[in-house]
């Protein structure tokens, strides 16, 4: 379901081709960041803040990770 307007579309992914590979990629890092603070601040404010790494993990990559995968990641991130 789409309720912008067609023309709309259009000029939006107008103005997103006019920006050069390394704008449209600093504004994905961006994004990126910016939904990694408001996880963070989901997961600290559900009191499981004491395994941060591992919360984080299982938000962004449980579809494509398996908990063995997910824990040893998280291990291997807290021993650095």
Known sequence: MTDTDPKIQMRLAAMMMAKTGV?????????FDMSKKFVTA????????NDIHRQLLIR?????????????????????
Not at 23 to 31: A, I, N, Q, T, Y
Not at 42 to 49: D, E, N, P, Q
């Open 23 to 31: 704008e449209r990629l600093k504004m994905g890092f961006s994004m």
């Open 42 to 49: 989901s997961i600290l404010a559900s009191g499981k803040g």
């Open 60 to 80: 962004f990559y449980r579809d494509d990770l398996d908990s063995k995968a997910i824990n040893k990641i998280a291990s291997h991130v807290r021993s650095k």
